[in-house]
């Protein structure tokens, strides 16, 4: 349906052109009114028309007046003008501003109905070209779209290979000047959305062409930088200040063979972020960084010697020669390629050799080693710092921990094979653990949790066992049997034997001695 405005200052001829329009086709237009030229504009600015028919001579603002205003809006309505008065400099005003008809009053119902079926004649024509310019545009823009993916995605790729896909794909206008773009934000998958409706209604303002890189991030490529600033402002206060937006901007391109190397720039820039400390929207720009120095070489002789401390008492040294990979001279002036360089050393010689060696740690320290292994886990440099520190501290204490664990369990066995070479004699835990260089709080607390009992019952069933062994395959007296395997006296033994086993000495040894004997009989 159509949408027809009618302006006229006689309410009899306004009524009377809806009637006749509407008898003659039935459905096919939303007719308005209107009783002057400033009335019909503010109608057409609420509800804008297809056609407007009006007349010329009417108070407040005339016809003239109303179709001026009229042909100054983009894709403005088609213009029909009715007047009564037949003037020649109407008529030429009237085609000066694009008029499509001229028709005088009284009207003629023929002329009418002929004027507007050659306007829907128009309009048709005109949406058709529309329509197929739409779908020209929708398959120029996806090709331009996948020949940048191309290029961006391919690494080997000369800057001849890429002027001559840029040109076949019509990105030429961009030449002589224009800016890539990429942005990276806290929901990239909303905000590319969200970008390219920003960007939809800016381009006027500049030739651009938006779209969504291998991560996620829109990316924008375009004639102006005012572009990529208003639209990360837009998007991060559109989000409340919820999160960093920062937008990496390449130097300025020429020709469209410089296409790849200004996406680079731009990835190049956005990394920049991380060492900027930022916690709102930035625009980060690849000109002002590129004197950074590339020069910095990543110190491995330091990691190194973080490698050897680690499970030592060094734990200030450590973190000493943390701060040399990353001094404040080095975070000011170093390429962001250093920082990225000492990262992947520290998870391939340090964190990495320490789980390969002694296998995984706690949950926690997990948790730590899987956020140190990248930088662009985290938003600002000193974050990543902190963690590291963090994860090196807890790696130390882990490794230092097993090695304890170790050396109590190499101590206590050797302990134990000195109370079994010993059993017989006069021993304390006092002896034992001074064989060992051991604390004597610190080795009663570890024989316990190596032996599952105490030192003491340790001993006693140790001589017990001994004892058994004596009663059963000898005929030692129980005197000489309680002196071979260390007690001092015969009440001694025999109060220990009956508690441990319930009965005396001699009890047990009838005991095995009726056995055996009733086995022979």
């Not at 009207?107 to 024509?125: P, S």
């Not at 070209?129 to 020209?136: A, F, Y």
């Not at 990529?228 to 999160?243: K, N």
Request: aromatic share 8%.
């Amino acid at each position: 349906m159509r949408t027809l405005l009618i302006a006229d200052d006689e309410r009899n001829i306004r009524n009377g052109l809806k009637a006749m329009i509407e008898r003659e086709y039935p459905g096919a237009y939303h007719i308005f009114l209107a009783a002057d030229g400033q009335q019909a504009l503010e109608q057409f600015m609420q509800s804008p028309a297809d056609i407007v028919l009006t007349d010329i001579r009417m108070p407040i603002m005339d016809g003239i007046a109303l179709i001026k205003q009229l042909t100054d809006i983009v894709d403005g309505p088609a213009l029909l003008i009715l007047s009564g008065y037949d003037d020649f400099q109407y008529a030429k005003e009237a085609i000066k501003h694009k008029v499509r008809d001229y028709l005088l009053k009284p009207i003629i119902r023929e002329d009418l109905f002929g004027a507007l079926n050659r306007i829907e004649a128009e309009l048709k024509q005109q949406e058709s070209i529309h329509n197929k310019l739409e779908v020209t545009d929708k398959y120029r823009k996806g090709m331009r779209i996948n020949t940048l993916q191309h290029v961006w995605a391919r690494s080997d790729m000369g800057s001849e290979e890429v002027a001559s896909l840029a040109l076949e794909a019509g990105l030429q206008e961009f030449e002589p000047s224009y800016y890539i773009g990429i942005l990276d934000s806290p929901d990239n998958q909303r905000n590319v959305i969200k970008g390219q409706e920003y960007l939809s209604g800016r381009e006027l303002e500049g030739t651009l062409l938006s779209l969504e890189d291998k991560d996620g991030r829109l990316v924008v490529l375009a004639s102006r930088q005012e572009l990529l600033q208003g639209m990360t402002d837009h998007l991060a206060s559109a989000s409340g200040g919820t999160g960093t937006f920062a937008t990496g901007i390449s130097g300025r391109g020429e020709t469209v063979g410089q296409l790849k190397v200004k996406y680079e720039e731009a990835r190049h820039a956005l990394k920049y972020r991380l060492l900027l400390g930022r916690s709102d929207s930035i625009l980060i720009h690849y000109e002002q960084l590129k004197h950074r120095s590339r020069s910095y070489q990543v110190p491995e002789d330091t990691i190194h010697k973080l490698a050897n401390m680690m499970g030592t008492d060094r734990d200030k040294e450590m973190k000493m020669l943390l701060l040399e990979l990353f001094s404040a001279p080095t975070l000011a002036e170093a390429d962001i390629d250093y920082f990225e360089a000492v990262s992947l050393k520290l998870n391939e010689q340090v964190f990495d050799k320490v789980f390969y060696t002694y296998g995984e740690a706690s949950i926690e320290i997990i948790k730590l080693y899987k956020m140190a292994g990248s930088l662009y886990n985290f938003t600002i440099i000193h974050d990543y710092i902190q963690c590291v520190e963090g994860l090196l501290l807890s790696l130390n204490d882990y490794i230092r921990s097993l090695k304890s664990v170790h050396v109590d369990q190499k101590d206590m066995f050797k302990a134990a094979e000195y109370i079994r070479d010993n059993f017989d004699k006069e021993l304390s835990m006092t002896m034992v653990s001074n064989h060992v260089s051991l604390n004597y709080s610190y080795f009663s607390q570890a024989f316990k949790e190596f032996a599952g009992m105490s030192f003491v019952q340790y001993l006693k069933n140790l001589r017990i066992g001994k004892a058994k062994e004596l009663l059963e395959t000898t005929e030692l007296k129980v005197l000489e049997i309680g002196e071979k395997v260390g007690f001092d006296n015969t009440k001694h033994f025999n109060r220990v034997f009956r508690e441990t086993l319930g009965v005396t000495p001699l009890e047990y040894r009838q005991s095995i001695n009726s056995r055996i004997n009733g086995k022979s009989i």
